[in-house]
């Protein structure tokens, strides 16, 4: 099954930038959506798809820079190409460090957007491939009993079985169990994976 187009959203007040960056990300393989103003892209659904956002930092009302933090602060992680014919180093700073992939000065080569494009999209996708799996193993966990959460916290910090069972004060064959079921639960192929998801998850133990 062949991957969905990542979307570019392009939010820029000059209606000839739009349309130029539309013609040239549309020709590049890239569904677009063009957004006059930083108030209109904030009025949008964004799918729940790839994607990255291509950004002007001077605009009437609500700026780049505004709309970034704007974004921020509702958990919205597309990541930000930020464009402009008035750049600054203070501006360019301030971006870079909330996070923005790159900051472009008009005019700028088509090869060198597309560029930061790409890694807009490679980031954003990786983010969501992260997140997925945080899902299924937040789900996976959910599934465990509190004795098995317990034992799971205790393996993972490098308690053998005998010293897990002497600290809840049962039978190593008791824990030898727990941990199996843990193992199969958490679809663990082996204890170093279950170490990996339990810093995921931050599991640790109360002990």
């Known amino acids: 099954m062949t991957e969905e187009k990542p979307f570019v959203y392009v939010i820029d007040d000059d209606p000839s930038v739009r349309k130029a960056l539309e013609r040239l990300l549309r020709s590049s393989g890239y569904c677009v959506n063009t957004f006059a103003s930083a108030t209109e892209f904030l009025d949008f659904s964004c799918p729940d798809m790839t994607g990255c956002i291509i950004l002007d930092i001077q605009m ?22 930020f464009i402009t014919g008035h750049g600054t180093i203070p501006a360019s700073v301030r971006a870079l ?23 807009g999209i490679e980031k954003h996708r990786r983010l969501r491939q992260e997140q997925n799996m945080m899902k299924v193993l937040r789900a996976r966990a959910a599934t465990l009993t ?7 916290g205790l393996v993972v910090s490098g308690m053998l079985n005998k010293q897990v069972a002497f600290d809840l004060g049962t039978a190593e064959k008791t824990i030898k169990v727990h941990r199996a ?23 640790h133990s109360s002990t």
């Not at 639960?185 to 339990?198: E, G, H, I, P, Y």
């Open 60 to 81: 009437p009302k609500i700026s780049g820079l505004e709309l970034q933090d704007c974004l921020a602060r509702k958990c919205v992680c597309l990541p930000i190409v």
């Open 146 to 152: 509190p004795r098995e959460r317990e034992v799971f």
């Open 181 to 203: 079921r843990v193992m199969e639960k958490m679809c663990a192929q082996s204890f170093a994976d279950l170490v990996r998801f339990a810093e995921k998850l931050e599991v």
């Open 97 to 119: 460090k909330a996070g923005a992939m790159d900051f472009l000065q008009k005019p700028f080569e088509e090869s060198e957007l597309l560029d930061a494009v790409s890694r």
